[in-house]
């Protein structure tokens, strides 16, 4: 007789096999701190870290997609809600979390 997992059993599975509450989406676009970084394959995949960058997009394709972006902005197209949150108050904004807003750590 099969029946379903209530969220308590989800929850306990996903804690024992070590799967990430949360992701975390990191855009790379330029490279100021250095061409290259170091990390373990394991990181990558029990900590819910997406890595992510342009890929091999020309610079034209690039300003064009900015530019359309900034104009769907403008005229009210594009709205995101954004929570700041300053990074001396990260951790509290981790565990807080905010439903529907972006959140972006700031200096």
Same mark, same amino acid.
């Given at each position: 007789m099969r029946r379903e997992a209530d969220q308590d059993e989800v929850a306990a599975a996903v804690e024992f096999v070590g799967f990430p $509450? $949360? $992701?975390? $989406?990191?855009?790379?676009? =330029?490279?100021?701190? =250095?061409? %290259?970084i170091s990390l *373990? *394959? *394991? %990181?990558?995949? %029990?900590?819910?870290l997406e890595l992510t960058g342009p890929g091999n997009v020309s610079p034209e394709v690039v300003s064009d997609a900015l530019k359309q972006t900034w104009g769907w902005i403008a005229d009210g197209t594009l709205h995101v809600d954004i929570n700041r949150v300053s990074q001396n108050d990260v951790a509290q904004a981790w565990e807080r979390g905010v439903a529907g807003a972006r959140t972006v750590i700031v200096p």
């Amino acid at each position: 007789m099969r029946r379903e997992a209530d969220q308590d059993e989800v929850a306990a599975a996903v804690e024992f096999v070590g799967f990430p $509450r $949360r $992701r975390v $989406r990191f855009v790379q676009i =330029g490279q100021a701190a =250095g061409p %290259t970084i170091s990390l *373990a *394959a *394991a %990181t990558l995949r %029990t900590s819910g870290l997406e890595l992510t960058g342009p890929g091999n997009v020309s610079p034209e394709v690039v300003s064009d997609a900015l530019k359309q972006t900034w104009g769907w902005i403008a005229d009210g197209t594009l709205h995101v809600d954004i929570n700041r949150v300053s990074q001396n108050d990260v951790a509290q904004a981790w565990e807080r979390g905010v439903a529907g807003a972006r959140t972006v750590i700031v200096p």
